[in-house]
Every structure is written in C-alpha cells, then in structure tokens.
C-alpha cells in the first residue's frame, strides 16, 4: 500500500482565500483584524514560527505587530504587554509565543489575555467552552486537523481514535474536538504502557509528542489515517537514507540548509501501511497559521458586530 497525502498545503490555501475575502470586507468597513505576536527571549524556532505568522498577516490584509521582550523578562514585564494589548482597539487578536523561558508563570500569564482576544484558544475561558462545546476559540492545530479530516470526508463517528500527547497546544484540545465528533478516543502519554499496541489499533493515529519517527510500522494498523503533527530536524545523511531511503530532494534539502524537516512518524513506514498520511512539511503546519488567521479575522468581526 502506498499512502495517500492529505494535502494540507492545498486546504491552508483554500481557508486563506476566504480569509483574505472576510479581512477585505471588515478593512473596507472601517475595521483591520490586527494580530499582536508576543516573543519571548531568542529561541530561534520561535522566531521563525512567529516571522510565518506575521508574514502571512502581511499577505492576507490584516495588521500585524510583534512585540519582543528578552531572555531574562519577567511574568509581570508580560503582564504589563498583554494589558495594553487587551484595551488596544486595532488588537483583535494576542499570541503569545510558546514555549516561554522557565522564570515566566505561564498560566498567569494566558489568564490575562482577554477571552475575546485569545486566538490560540489557550484561556482557561476558551478551555471551557469547547470542553462544553460551547462557541469559542478553539487552538489553532487541532481545529486545523479536523478541517483537513473533513475536507477528505474521513469518518470519526464511531471510529476508534488514539491521540499520542497530551498537551494543551494540541492532544488535550483535539482529543476533545474528536469526543465531540463520535469518535472513540484514547490518549496516550509518557507513562502509557504498551503504547504501539494502543496505536495499532487506530483508525485514525494522530502524532503530537515531538519525537522524531517515533511512530514507527509496529504502531501503524494497516489503512489507518495518520496525521503527523511533529516538527523535527535531522542532519545526517545516514538519517536521510533510514527514513526517507534514497530520496534526492531531501538529500538535497539536507546539502542546501543542513537539516531537513521530519515528524513524529516514520515517513516511509507510514507510506507503506497507512491509507492515508499527512506530510511534514506541508500537512499540519500550514493549517495551524490558516486557522489562527481565520480565527483573528472572528475576533475583529465579533468586535464590530
Ligand atoms: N508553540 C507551538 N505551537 C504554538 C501555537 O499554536 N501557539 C503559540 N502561541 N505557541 C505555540
């Protein structure tokens, strides 16, 4: 069996078109959706995270700002961002860039965002709400996913799903998400035992715990959906040739920037026994900065209306 992608590059394109559509009709209206990034210290991944996201702000029409605090800043130098953020009228929508260096009070710090300015989805608020299945804001990655499982009508309802991590910038928001689709799931986490056999019995197996090809063919029930939510680098040449074989676009991706890009699953053991796999990159990631346009664009319509 060869896998099908799920194509995430494609869908993201697609969720950015409306987006462009809405922002146009707000900016004519008198108001631009305005994102305000908040970057923590030099952790060069999250620069880089935060650059795609303000670019792409720029591409799709809404306004961006991106605040940098240094390495050594303090819970309250935040603090004090985040409240001037939250009475700023051209701010809809604050992201605070995780992870955060460890003197910081991450959960303090969620907490001051205001609820109607959370587009992460991270507020204890937002939280709540889609435990509930209330509207709200819902974290950006997860949300992402599910548009791509519809977008290639794989079912949920009744299937049995199994979500390796727990955290709550991904397992724990999308474990729910699919609870509230029928779906029969499991988490799993670092003290499951018997984690491939758990996996194995996936209809669909969803990937989030940031390690690479951690996911390897023994975890994989031949046909299953695998989605692929990790962003990992690898260097050698010798890592090349194990997950991807003798594949000469990665290889030359790995001579142009030294690394190349993998995820938590075995690309080639997913490609035999699966039915369908999302890429890395081009599946997940994409998706996450699509939906969190998409979701700072909800922000300023729900401000004007
Ligand atoms: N770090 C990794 N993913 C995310 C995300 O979706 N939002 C924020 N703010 N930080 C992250």
């Not at 060869?2 to 922002?23: F, M, Q, Y």
């Not at 209330?134 to 079912?155: M, R, S």
């Amino acid at each position: 069996m060869t896998a099908r992608i799920l194509d995430g590059v494609g869908l993201s394109l697609k969720l950015n078109g409306e987006t462009v559509d809405r922002c146009a009709a707000l900016t004519q209206a008198g108001v631009q959706p305005g994102l305000a990034a908040v970057l923590v210290g030099d952790n060069p991944a999250s620069r880089t995270y935060v650059t795609s996201k303000s670019k792409m702000c720029v591409r799709l029409g809404l306004r961006t700002e991106v605040l940098s605090l240094p390495e050594h800043a303090t819970t309250l130098d935040l603090l004090g961002v985040i409240k001037t953020l939250n009475v700023r009228t051209n701010i809809h929508g604050i992201l605070v860039q995780m992870p955060l260096p460890p003197q910081i009070d991450v959960p303090t710090v969620i907490e001051a965002i205001d609820p109607a300015k959370d587009v992460d989805g991270f507020h204890p608020v937002s939280v709540g709400r889609l435990a509930l299945k209330q509207a709200g804001f819902v974290p950006c990655t997860p949300a992402g996913i599910l548009e791509l499982l519809k977008l290639y009508c794989i079912p949920l309802r009744g299937q049995r799903v199994v979500v390796l991590g727990r955290s709550n910038i991904v397992g724990l928001p999308l474990s729910l998400l699919l609870l509230h689709q029928d779906a029969t799931v499991t988490v799993c986490h670092s003290h499951t035992k018997e984690v491939a056999a758990i996996a194995r019995s996936a209809d669909v197996l969803i990937a989030a715990i940031g390690k690479t090809a951690f996911v390897t063919e023994d975890f994989i029930k031949p046909g299953a959906v695998v989605v692929d939510v990790g962003i990992n680098r690898i260097t050698t040449r010798e890592q090349v040739l194990e997950y991807f074989g003798d594949n000469a676009e990665r290889l030359a991706d790995l001579e142009k920037k030294g690394y190349t890009l993998i995820g938590d699953v075995h690309p080639r053991h997913a490609a035999e026994r699966a039915r369908y796999v999302t890429p890395v990159p081009g599946g997940v990631g994409p998706l996450t900065i699509a939906m969190l346009m998409r979701n700072t664009v909800v922000a300023a319509e729900r401000a004007y209306a």
